[in-house]
């Protein structure tokens, strides 16, 4: 067996177009197990509480793991930054080929630092790095810019992480673009990049990816491959993607409805998954060697949008332009996905912004003068099509929105930021939270705010007691409606997700479908790279990256006050309507009691404890965090 | 395969290239491809490489996807095994060489010299080049399991009989002109 850790970092300044290659020690490597990890060693350690998102101090992290490039399918790529939506913790990932090409371009990590003084892309092939002028290319959409610069390096092959006309604009949430539709989305990484005057980072790579192991390596792809064939949702995954949500999460009464007002969406068969696959699906497509092929390309058949075609969407794309909005037209919320996507930014959280909107036009707290004329009832979709339009280029009511839902609630109108789902700044997803405390739990303490992807907790569906007992000492983890054993529930998951997003393996599979587990992440690491880990210890890398990032997050002041969902959740039962989940609140404060106890923070501030930072070889966190006078238990 | 060994119910196709008995071929498998349901997540890719050599690199791999992200165009390309084949016709070392066992070309590294004419004439852009060695990589059916195959999940390559993949097409072809058919 031979050792196949490469570890290589590369630093471009684009303030004097210079870069730098660095080694990752290995040792760093394995405590953070790549990407997602790695990257947020990064932030902590080279920013502070003091760098400013849109400054040229913040720094844009590309990261790729240790399983990019190889045949476990669909491996992604996670981008890493200070964010400009929240102050906190920056951090997005994409599927597509990105990932791929950077990791056989030899990078497992690539820093993008300062500001240039005019518009530039950087291009990576193998060794060589240029700073290319994109004068040409700034202003053009995302699906322009993709083509454009493959015309201009004359190589189709090339992968393109780039940023649309709303991160140029400053729109807080703007993502970064890869394979046109690839979105790292959420906390605003494409508007930081925008604002060091960068348009893309375009990669090729021509080394290939070893293994230390290929024989283990063979045997670990085939019990993958048993995992994910033979798991009961792996048809419906095929045929719908995670668009299969909308009906199965209406059902249950916590499809998000009318801003939060309701969870069931009776209008839900005209948008589903079920729809969408009969009437616009033309063929699958995957990222990268994905052997679970959930996204789709769709044709419009007719109507006002008739012969729109591109891939997607996901759920909760679909479900923010639809149920959140009580818009009934398919098609128009395929255009507004559509519309995000070449514009470049996220779709949730301009969902969030126009949902809000509407509700306090609803309320009657705003008029038609406070929004430019536009007729806000539910359900509007040429309103919708119009708002995402005027967000993209900052006009009028749009240029309020483009802050994220959040900042435009202190503007708008009196009384109007308890209409802002949000947490910590960032718009919560397409998920009730009152009828999923564990997801809800997750948004309260995730490091990135309002979403679900930092725990994924999906195991609360499973009504699993036995495994619920075993593992987290209560068999009411495994009921969506209990908020027992749901700080266990979370912290376990938040661990599970964070070895995940450092391997850069997708968590459709890898988690939802239960397709790798500590012990079997701890072998693919072992097999690629020749170590000897455990589960134990990749679980215990989880629980460092998550304790990181939640320094990173005490650094600038979080506490226990911040780590809530919005009162609506707390005080407003879910109505009659909403058959089995009629009657629930979201039960805030046990849950999180449970939460810090299992993490070992403390309870009154939610701060990790020193002993806890010992534990996890955290020490120079815990140095940081003291000398900047956090006085931790 | 020289002219001077052949067999019975072996022809001369053009000027040097040898081809069997194509009777007998249509008994032989070979790797059909589908681009209409080709998610183009290019597994097959790195699936070939990692058979090959026991690393994932596209620039190993002997199938490569030709995509286009604007029209979601996902299209496998790999060797065809034409009846003709152009490759081993221009190879002016001789280098090349039929199989005349599953057909599939051979690739003589010490007699290629690199000069790439065989991707030139092949023409449908089957071949990539070694990027060690610049020797052509050229699909070898691994031995009659190809390892691309295994891992498509959706059908878009597979080994199978040309006349399969014929049949199939034409059964489209007829459902797709008379609709659902049948006697209604």
Known sequence: ?633 | MKVDELGEDSFLVGQRCVLTNYWRWILLKQITINPDVCTGCRACEVACSFAHTDLFSPDLARIRVAKNEHRGLDFPITCRMCARPMCVEVCPTDALARDPADRHIMVDDDECVGCGLCADACPHSAIQFHPETGVPLICDLCGGDPACVKRCVLGAIRFERNANLRSRKRLELGEKVTGKGGCQ
């Open chain 1, 1 to 633: 067996m031979t050792d196949k850790y490469t570890g290589r970092l590369l630093r471009v300044d684009v303030t004097d177009r210079t870069h730098e290659v660095e080694e990752i020690p290995q040792e760093e490597y394995s405590k953070f197990l790549g990407s997602r990890g790695l990257n947020m060693a990064r932030l902590f350690d080279e920013l502070s509480e003091k760098t400013d998102p849109m400054g040229p101090e913040n720094k844009v992290i590309f990261g790729t793991g240790l399983l990019d490039g190889t045949l476990v399918p669909g491996t992604r790529f996670n981008v890493s930054c200070k964010s400009p939506q929240t102050g906190l913790v920056g951090d997005a990932n994409a599927g597509g080929f990105f990932g791929a090409e950077m990791r056989f371009a030899g990078w497992d990590q690539i820093v993008i630092e300062g500001r240039a003084d005019e518009p530039v892309y950087v291009f990576i092939e193998d060794d060589t790095i240029e700073i290319r002028d994109a004068q040409e290319i700034w202003g053009r959409d995302i699906y322009d810019t993709h083509a454009l610069i493959r015309e201009d390096l004359g190589d189709p092959d090339v992968q393109v992480a780039c940023v649309g006309p709303a991160a140029e604009n400053g729109v807080r949430y703007a993502g970064i673009f890869t394979n046109l539709m690839r979105v790292a989305a959420r906390t605003g990484v494409g508007t930081v990049l925008a604002s060091k005057n960068v348009k893309a980072v375009a990669i090729r790579g021509h080394k290939p990816v070893g293994v230390a192991d290929p024989d283990e390596f063979r045997d670990l792809l085939d019990e993958l491959d048993e995992m994910i064939f033979n798991h009961p949702d792996y048809e419906s995954r095929n045929r719908m993607g995670t668009t299969r949500l909308v009906t199965a999460l209406n059902a249950m009464g916590i499809l998000v409805t009318k801003h939060f007002l309701t969870g069931v969406f009776p209008a839900a068969d005209k948008v589903s998954g079920e729809r969408l696959a009969e009437e616009f699906n033309v063929k699958n497509r995957a990222c990268f060697a994905c052997t679970a092929p959930c996204s789709r390309w769709f044709v419009v058949p007719d109507g006002e949008h008739a012969g729109l075609s591109a891939e997607g969407p996901e759920f909760e794309p679909l479900g923010v332009f639809t149920a959140r909005l009580c818009n009934e037209d398919l098609a128009a919320a395929l255009k507004a996905n559509d519309m995000c996507n070449r514009y470049g930014m996220d779709a949730l959280t301009a969902g969030e912004c126009i949902a809000m909107l509407m509700e306090l036009y609803d309320r009657g707290m705003i008029g038609p003068d406070d929004v430019d004329g536009l007729d806000l009832s539910w359900g509007n979709a040429e309103a919708m099509l119009t708002l995402i339009d005027k967000i993209a280029h900052r006009e009028g009511v749009g240029d309020l929105l483009a802050d994220g839902a959040h900042e435009a609630a202190k503007k708008i109108c009196d009384g109007a930021e308890q209409y802002a789902m949000h947490v910590k700044g960032l718009e919560i997803i397409q998920g009730e939270p009152r009828g999923l405390k564990g997801y809800g739990l997750g948004y309260c303490v995730a490091s990135r705010g309002g979403d679900h992807l930092r725990a994924e907790p999906f195991f609360e569906m499973s009504e699993d007691e036995e495994e619920s007992i075993r593992r987290f000492g209560t068999p009411k983890a495994a009921y969506p409606h209990e908020h027992e054993g749901k700080g266990r529930l979370v912290r376990y998951f938040e661990e599970w997700c964070a070895v995940i997003d450092s391997l850069n393996v997708c968590k459709n599979t890898a988690i939802c479908m239960e397709a790798m587990p500590f012990t079997m992440a701890a072998r693919f690491i072992n097999a690629v790279t020749g170590w000897d880990l455990t589960g134990d210890d990749v679980r215990k890398a989880g629980e460092r990256i998550i304790n990181t990032e939640r320094a990173f997050c005490v650094r600038e002041g979080i506490t226990r006050e911040d780590d809530r969902l919005p009162d609506r959740f707390l005080n407003e039962p879910l109505p009659d309507e909403c058959g089995p989940s009629a009657g629930l609140v979201f039960e805030l404060e046990p849950m999180l009691d449970e939460y810090y106890e299992d993490r070992r923070w403390d309870n009154e501030r939610g701060w990790p404890k020193r002993e806890l930072l010992d534990d996890l070889q955290l020490t120079e966190i815990k140095e940081e965090l003291l000398s900047k006078g956090f006085d931790l238990e």
